[in-house]
Every structure is written in structure tokens, then in C-alpha cells.
């Protein structure tokens, strides 16, 4: 008899049986609310009936089709649908397993597309956890210490985080914009440097959103020499900030588009997206892998944007969003401990801090395990583990966050009232 690795420490002692719309049910039939949407995936709910139809109907059919052999109809229509939500000129799209490998895929187009070796990636990164997609990793030792060396190539910069600093917006910008400079005078060098990789909202590193200043300069930098803008829209994307796309909120578009999680509601998908002259850069066998683009999945992935569409799903994580955002301000302005709240659309996250101003990961996780253990199901992030993210999937409705308000509100006081 074997048993499970230490290498995996469960937050909750929940053991999870089935899951119904906002709703997992653990195997004695208790119910939990589930804001976490398996860290930013079931976005269309947990068995969403027309995502689990498509999977059975295609499962029937055919498990597996290889695509460097034989081609198959989902993925075609699938590659041909995404062209309805990709910004301009983005109309060339590969497929793999995990946001991590379409990264990794990101990353090797950028450098065989330019013939440059260098990548700046912004502080509170999260890219994944292969070698390549941690070494661009930087919202947490645990992630690429021990193992070096990591990729080489790689230059970190500051992200805009004026709640840091008590800053403002702008001068939080100016600071970013001008270390970004730096950093390519006097690291990586403007005319070797491959890519820009940033997240349009730091995901694992806190739920800081960037903002339209900082995003026009990356912009604007990458224009001047040449430098590739890739934006990980792994966590941001499939309507989760209230766009369909997280680099929306900012006015640019990315040359790179990297996407995961919520493309088909749970099953394994990522993808990157090009133009098809960047695409055309790299050549046949220099991206991929056995399971990539795995019909089953793409017959969800296409019931997935029908969904979103046909239940306006994006305008839902905006509108509802905005009430969960107002409730837990509500919380925070009563509780000293949450310093801030912050994110966009249904990706809201609540920073403790104790009462010296440092990042307080103790009363987050206790507060995270309270909340499960009165049915509310929440995750935590940041680079020091002190932030309580909600990302519920973008089916949640009005009555479904008030429910999720009220347990936050009493565990909060509970664990962190003043
Ligand atoms: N990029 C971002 C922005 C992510 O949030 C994640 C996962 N949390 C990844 C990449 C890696 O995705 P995966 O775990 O599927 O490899």
C-alpha cells in the first residue's frame, strides 16, 4: 500500500465527491460553496450540463487523436471559434496540456521568433512550475529555490504594487516603468532581449491588477526594440476579470497570448496565440507533446465559449463581481487586519496584515480553514501567503455571493476582529 506524498499539503481536510454549478459536495454529502472554481478553472461551473454532454458525446466517438498524425474536427473548430475572441492579429493558435507547458510554449517562440535569449518577467510572477516556466517565477522562493540551476536568461523587474508602499497608482507606475529601463540598459540589453511575459492581474502573486499607464509602457518599450509583449492570461482569462480577456482592462494588445484554466472547464487545455507571421518564426516539432490539444477536451472547450456566450458570463463576473467586491469592502472597513482589497471582475482578493503592517499569512490561512469548515471554500495567494482569494466560477449569482458575504463576514470577525 502506498500513500500520498508529503509533497501535497491540502489546505482543507475536504474530500471532495461531486461538484453542481458554484456547489462541491465532499463524501458525506455536505455542501460547500466553492469560491475557489478548482483555482480559476470550472468558470462555467462544476459539470456544467452542456460541457458534460459535448465530453460524452465526443468520448464516445474518440478518446484520443494524435495530431502530428491525424487531425481531428474539434480542434479545428476550435482553433477557428477561438479567432471570435482573440484580439487582432492574433489568428494563429497552438494547443497543449497546462498553462505551465504554454508558457514554456510562449517562451520558445519568443526567443526562436527574435533570435534573442533574454526575457524580463515582473516581481509576483507566476508562470508555472516547470524549470523554464519557474525560473520566470517570482512570487515565492518555495517555486524555484533548491532546484538551480534554473533557466538563465531571465531579468526580474518591479511590478506597479502601490498598496506596497502606500503609493499612488501613478507614482507606483513611474517607479515600475523606470527600473524597467534599467533593468534592459543594464541587464538584458533592449536588442537581446526576447520577451516581455507579465500578467495583466499577479495571479499567485497577490491579485494585483496592473494598470492601463504601466501596460502602454511595456507596450511602447516592446515597439521601440523589437521585444515581444507575451501576456499569461492563465488565471485572467475566459471572462474572469469581467472581459473576456484580463489585458483588455488596459488598452494593448499583446503579441503573445498564453491561456489555460478556464478554456475547457476542467479538462486539461492551454493554449498560446500568435499571428500567423510570428507563428510561421518558429517551425514543426519545435512545440508540442503527445496529449496536446485532446479532442475530449476541445469538444468542452467549445461548449465552454457557448456558454459563456449564451449565459453572458463575462458581463455576469463584471456586475457580480462588482457586489462581491462592494460586500468585502464592507468586511475590510471593519477589520484593521484586511489592508486591502483588491482585482478585478470575479478575481478578488483580501490582504491581512498585522497590526505592525506586516504581511499576516496566519490569520489568512486560518481564516481560509474557518471558512471551510462553514461551507465557504476559499484559497490564498501572494508572495507571502497573506492574501484570501475569491474566484468563484462565473455562474455565481447575487444570492450565491450575499450566502458567501455572510460566512466571510462571521469568520473574519472571528478570526481577525478587532
Ligand atoms: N500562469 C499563470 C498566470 C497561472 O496562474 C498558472 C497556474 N496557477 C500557470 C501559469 C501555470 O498553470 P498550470 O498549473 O496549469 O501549469
Not at 489568428?91 to 521568433?113: I, P, T
Not at 534599467?182 to 526576447?194: C, I
Not at 518564426?281 to 496536446?292: D, F, L, M, N, R
Not at 475590510?332 to 506586516?358: C, Q, Y
Request: glycine share 12%; hydrophobic share 45%.
Amino acid at each position: 500500500m502506498a500513500s500520498l506524498s508529503p509533497l501535497l499539503k491540502q489546505a482543507t481536510p475536504v474530500i471532495v465527491e461531486r461538484g453542481e454549478g458554484v456547489y462541491l459536495y465532499d463524501e458525506d454529502g455536505r455542501r460547500f460553496l466553492d469560491f475557489t472554481a478548482g483555482i480559476g478553472v470550472t468558470s462555467t461551473g462544476h459539470c456544467h450540463p452542456r460541457v458534460v454532454a459535448a465530453a460524452q458525446e465526443q468520448i464516445g466517438k474518440l478518446i484520443h487523436g494524435q495530431y502530428t498524425t491525424v487531425m481531428h474536427r474539434p480542434l479545428l473548430t476550435l482553433a477557428e471559434r477561438l479567432g471570435e475572441v482573440l484580439p487582432e492579429p492574433l489568428d494563429s493558435v497552438f494547443f497543449s496540456n497546462s498553462g505551465s507547458e504554454a508558457v514554456e510554449a510562449a517562451l520558445r517562440l519568443a526567443r526562436h521568433a527574435t533570435g534573442r535569449p533574454n526575457v524580463v518577467v515582473f516581481h509576483g510572477s507566476f508562470h508555472g512550475r516547470t524549470i523554464g516556466a519557474a525560473s520566470m517565477t517570482t512570487s515565492g522562493t518555495k517555486f524555484r529555490a533548491g532546484f538551480s540551476p534554473i533557466m538563465g536568461g531571465v531579468a526580474i523587474s518591479p511590478f506597479p504594487t502601490a498598496h506596497r508602499y502606500g503609493w499612488d497608482e501613478a507614482t507606483a507606475t513611474e517607479f515600475a516603468l523606470r527600473e524597467l529601463d534599467y533593468v534592459l540598459a543594464t541587464v538584458t540589453a533592449p536588442a537581446e532581449t526576447a520577451a516581455f511575459v507579465i500578467e495583466p492581474v499577479l495571479g499567485e502573486g497577490g491579485y494585483v491588477p496592473a494598470n492601463p499607464a504601466f501596460m502602454a509602457g511595456l507596450r511602447e518599450r516592446a515597439d521601440k526594440h523589437g521585444i515581444l509583449l507575451v501576456v499569461d492570461e492563465v488565471q485572467t482569462g475566459w471572462g474572469r476579470t469581467g472581459r473576456f480577456w484580463g489585458h483588455e482592462h488596459f488598452g494593448v494588445t499583446p503579441d503573445v497570448l498564453v491561456t489555460a484554466k478556464g478554456l475547457a472547464s476542467g479538462f486539461p487545455l492551454s493554449a498560446i496565440a500568435a499571428s500567423s507571421d510570428l507563428m510561421a518564426k518558429a517551425w514543426p516539432g519545435s512545440q508540442g507533446g503527445t496529449y496536446g490539444g485532446n479532442v475530449v477536451a476541445c469538444a468542452a472547450a467549445l461548449a465552454t465559449l457557448d456558454v459563456i456566450a449564451d449565459e453572458k458570463l463575462v458581463d455576469n463576473a463584471r456586475d457580480v463581481g462588482a457586489t462581491l467586491e462592494a460586500g468585502l469592502n464592507k468586511v475590510a472597513a471593519d477589520t484593521p487586519a484586511i489592508s486591502d482589497v483588491r482585482g478585478l471582475g470575479l478575481m478578488l482578493g483580501n490582504e491581512f496584515r498585522t497590526a505592525d503592517g506586516e504581511p499576516d499569512a496566519a490569520t489568512a490561512a486560518r481564516a481560509q480553514q474557518e471558512a471551510a469548515s462553514r461551507g465557504l471554500l476559499l484559497l490564498t495567494c501572494g508572495p507571502f501567503g497573506n492574501v484570501v482569494r475569491m474566484i468563484p466560477p462565473l455562474v455565481v449569482t447575487e444570492q450565491q455571493v450575499d450566502d458567501a458575504l455572510e460566512i466571510w463576514s462571521g469568520v473574519v470577525a472571528d478570526v481577525a476582529g478587532s
